[in-house]
């Protein structure tokens, strides 16, 4: 049996909600490339900056992480508490 840690659900936090902010509105948008960070806390300013840049507004957004209490989904958790959304 294979688990995802806690850092998966991070890291695919992140790529979510930065592919959410390549959305424009009516349209599809690409997510294109990833960059590599080096420290959990550039990650989580890039995926605040860009959310931001996009108009969307943090109190506005809702996200579901089914499993929130296992190893994924607290990586999850984490990654959305420190961009700012609301628990």
Known sequence: MA?????AGL???AIGLLA?????????GKLGG???????EELVKD????LLESGKKLEDLKVLILGALGKCGS????LL?????AE
């Open 20 to 28: 959410l902010a390549a959305r424009k509105e009516g349209e599809e």
């Open 3 to 7: 688990t995802f840690g806690f850092h």
């Open 47 to 50: 995926v605040k900056g860009k």
């Open 34 to 40: 990833l960059d590599m960070y080096k420290l959990e």
């Open 75 to 78: 990586g999850a958790l984490e």
């Open 11 to 13: 890291v695919g936090a």
């Open 81 to 85: 508490l420190k961009v700012g959304l």
